[in-house]
C-alpha cells in the first residue's frame, strides 16, 4: 500500500489530520522522484486538496487545487478526466465560501 492509499483509506474514514499527513508525504516524495510536473503529483495535491477542503481550509484547498490543475493541463491535457474532476473540485469549493477560514 503506498501513502496516497493511506491517506485515501483515512480520509474515508474520517481521520482528516492522518489523511492530510500521508498526502503530504506522498508530495514530498513524489516531487523528488518524479519532479514538479508529473500527473501523479497533481492527483496527490488534488487529494490533499479535498481533505484541506473538508478541514476548513478552503484557502490551502483553492492552492492545492490550482496546483494540480497546472500540472494536469501541461501533462494530460484539459479534456483529461483528471484535469475535468479537479476542475470540478476547484468550483465547487470556490462557490461554497461558506467554510472558509
Known sequence: MNLGNLGALHRNAGQLAQAEKYFRKAITIEEGLLGKK?????????????VLGARGDRKGAVKAYRRALAIFSASVGKRHPHYLGARRNLERIERDKGGAR
Open 38 to 50: 508529473h500527473p501523479e503529483l497533481a492527483l496527490s495535491l488534488n487529494n490533499l486538496a479535498v
